[in-house]
């Protein structure tokens, strides 16, 4: 069900919760960062460029569309990523700015696993594929 927002139609008329800078916790990112779902979105975010949003559903991961759902809550709750929604779509961009500020160089490291991560899923064979 749609809900309104600042008088915009949206997926949820809740506000998304972002912590500020200075609350951003080392062991909480480094969770958040912890997951190879949830390194691949992040090299995904970071090919969108600095200011780049890109929609959840234009991020494909290897996982069904509630659990990339509850990765992104993982992503943004510990402060990792910005979410905002537009109509219906819900955008998303890596908080680069602030995370280069707390915890310098950890985001490219982050960046560089998540490459790794989605070479990888390039490799595996599809789902509806067999290997008979």
């Not at 080392?26 to 949830?38: C, K, Q």
């Not at 569309?65 to 219906?88: C, M, N, P, Y």
């Not at 707390?102 to 490291?109: I, K, N, Q, S, V």
């Amino acid at each position: 069900m749609l809900g309104y927002h600042d008088g915009v139609a949206s997926r949820t008329a809740t506000d998304l919760v972002h912590p500020d800078r200075e609350e951003l916790v080392f062991a909480r990112v480094m969770g958040a960062l912890s997951d190879p779902v949830r390194l691949g979105v992040v090299a995904r975010l970071a090919e969108a460029g600095p200011d780049g949003e890109l929609a959840c559903g234009t991020i494909t991961t290897p996982v069904s569309k509630s659990t990339q759902s509850a990765h992104f809550k993982i992503l943004r709750e510990a402060g990792v990523i910005h979410q905002r929604d537009q109509g219906t779509r819900r955008l998303n961009r890596l908080r680069r700015d602030d995370l280069d500020a707390r915890f310098p160089g950890l985001l490219d490291l982050a960046i560089a696993h998540g490459r790794d991560v989605i070479a990888e899923w390039a490799r595996q064979p599809q789902a509806t594929e067999r290997s008979d």
